[in-house]
């Protein structure tokens, strides 16, 4: 059993201390908001007011959302590792700097993909502060609210994740990041979102940290527990993961409307659990309940050797646990993922 500390900016992360205590470990969760309620009602995980009292007791320290750099530096001047946050993270999610990565380190790669048609693809690997652990993944993220690809974009409604150990893309666009992650001693996750056409692959920006729901399906595909995962990289135990059964996997959020709090939405059973990566969510009466924070009730992940498979695992396990007629996620998550890919081989990139 190991302790871990979840530090997170407006409550993100919630979802990992949840996994992380039900894999039987001490789960802790600081947030620099207020959050209301978040996690109110459980003993584990639990919530703490100070991001750096009792540091020793940790085993792992995660920055579960973006935008902490300074409270992830504190930490590391007292002699605790961050895994996924810092200066560094903060600063490879802004144009100007990643902007002036890309240009000095990926040759082959044209910058500025904003405005740029094509395939839409993110490409992530995890580097443990020596080297990229294999294998890396890519994914499909589906951003507008409703089927269809219309409505409002969002973060994110759903996303198709799938690996690979190596290919044009990651020998593009993440390998030669490598002497730089060393330098600056970063460990956690990088991914650089693209678009791709037939001869030429443009960058529209990093993120180096957590990437909601891509994160929930990477890990439904690893052989390893949540917890150990994270602190292979964290420690450098592992240079290569191991991956279950299965091509690809999807992930599909579930939300609710704003101000929805006390209302119980879904009810999770035992064998669906290890698919159901719970967010915004409290205890009452001891019945998990909405805590009104984000809206974000949290996704359902699967995976199979078709994306077909996984959309029909995916789906059963949300009949079988949405009690609300509340919740609202849409029903076409993977839709011409097997087409996006097809034309990523045939060009080369794959």
Request: charged residues 25%.
């Amino acid at each position: 059993m190991a302790s871990i500390l979840i530090l997170s900016k407006d409550g993100e992360g919630a979802q990992l201390a949840l996994r992380l205590a039900n894999e039987g470990h001490i789960a802790k969760m600081w947030v620099e908001n207020s959050a209301n309620n978040l996690l109110e009602g459980f003993r584990n995980p639990s919530r703490v007011g100070n991001s750096k009292r009792m540091l020793d007791q940790y085993d792992l320290i995660v920055a579960g959302s973006a935008n902490l750099g300074q409270v992830c530096e504190d930490i590391t001047a007292e002699g605790k590792q961050v895994l996924g946050g810092g200066a560094f993270s903060d600063k490879m999610s802004t144009f100007e700097y990643g902007d002036k990565v890309t240009r000095a380190l990926l040759k082959d790669v044209k910058p500025n993909s904003s405005n740029t048609e094509g395939i839409r693809v993110s490409t992530e690997g995890w580097f443990n502060g020596k080297e990229w652990v294999r294998p890396f993944n890519h994914s499909v993220k589906q951003k507008r609210l409703m089927n269809g690809d219309i409505g409002p974009v969002v973060d994110c409604m759903g996303v198709t994740v799938w690996p690979s150990q190596s290919d044009k893309l990651t020998t593009l666009v993440l390998e030669p990041l490598a002497p730089l992650l060393e330098k600056v001693g970063y460990t956690g996750p990088v991914s650089a979102n693209c678009s791709v056409d037939e001869e030429s692959v443009y960058h529209g920006g990093w993120k180096a940290g957590l990437d909601y729901d891509a994160l929930q399906a990477w890990i439904e595909m690893l052989q390893p527990s949540l917890f150990d995962y994270l602190y292979n990289i964290a420690t450098q135990a592992k240079s290569e993961v191991s991956l279950k059964e299965g091509e690809q996997a999807i992930a599909v959020r579930l939300s609710v409307a704003p101000y929805c709090e006390d209302l119980k939405v879904v009810e999770v059973p035992k064998e669906a659990s290890g698919h159901v990566w719970l967010a915004d969510v409290t205890k009452k009466d001891d019945e998990e309940v909405l805590a009104g924070v984000s809206g974000v009730v949290g996704c359902i992940t699967a995976r199979g050797a078709t994306v077909r498979e996984c959309q029909r695992r995916a789906y059963r396990t949300i009949n079988n646990v949405v009690k609300s007629k509340e919740v609202q996620y849409r029903r076409d998550i993977g839709d011409g993922v097997e087409d996006i890919r097809g034309k990523l081989l045939e060009w080369g990139w794959l």
